[in-house]
């Protein structure tokens, strides 16, 4: 819901388009549509605060397209976006837009900040100092698709698969044994993890063995996330 002071001359057209004349929130045969056309100061307070069934939305189409693309970049860079603030500095009124994030190639959270504005009608309807998440500021990023075991063991590419924590190895070391692949000396992978050999860096290769991910990366290998497989 949206009130009626807040939305904009587009976002009242589509609403009477949608809705007939009868279904008007003001009385009296007037109409909402030619009136904000016109002359939006006729409208008392009290039709003002009359609410419409409109999304309101916090970022505008241009803000939007901004930070998603920020958003893909971190994704990218094997990072996950936890927030999004909009801050002020106290000494000079300046705006910016403050990105907390999680690598996880050092498992750290870390933060960074955007280009200071000095517009106050940017990011407008974002309150200062408070956290948003993706879902909130309506920041989608397409799930793609995610590799089975059997694409990754037959690629012809050289590709390699990053677990940050161990909890991620033994879960792709099981689905590797119940496709029945094995280490290349024949062990079973649900039997010997060896993550212990590179800890948080450690990749498991298509070639039925492990490395580090900065000497994988340093290869030209393409490194998957964990969360980039399905192990189904």
């Not at 609410?51 to 920020?70: F, R, S």
């Not at 200071?116 to 397409?142: H, P």
Request: proline share 2%; net charge negative.
């Amino acid at each position: 819901m949206k009130k009626l002071r807040d939305c904009t001359e587009e976002e009242v057209k589509e609403y009477c388009v949608k809705k007939c004349c009868g279904a008007c929130p003001l009385n009296h045969g007037t109409c909402l549509r030619y009136v904000f056309e016109n002359d939006k100061t006729m409208l008392s307070d009290k039709a003002l605060d009359i609410e419409l069934p409109i999304e309101n939305k916090i970022l505008d189409d241009e803000e939007k397209e901004y930070l998603t693309g920020i958003v893909k970049l971190y994704k990218k860079m094997h990072c996950e976006v936890n927030h999004i603030d909009k801050c002020c500095r106290p000494y000079d009124n300046y705006y910016y837009i403050l990105i907390c994030y999680t690598n996880n190639i050092s498992h750290q959270i870390q933060y960074v900040s955007l280009p200071i504005f000095a517009n106050a009608e940017m990011y407008k309807n974002m309150e200062l100092d408070k956290e948003y998440t993706l879902e909130q500021l309506g920041i989608v990023i397409e799930e793609k698709h995610k590799m089975t075991i059997d694409e990754f063991f037959n690629s012809k590419d050289n590709l390699a698969i990053h677990c940050n924590t161990e909890e991620k190895a033994n879960k792709l070391c099981e689905a590797f044994s119940g496709k029945k692949y094995r280490w290349f000396d024949g062990k079973k992978y649900n039997e010997e993890n060896r993550y212990e050999w590179y800890g948080k860096k450690t990749c498991y290769i298509n070639n039925n063995c492990l490395s580090a991910f900065d000497r994988v990366k340093k290869g030209g290998w393409t490194i998957l996330e964990f969360e980039d497989i399905d192990l189904n």
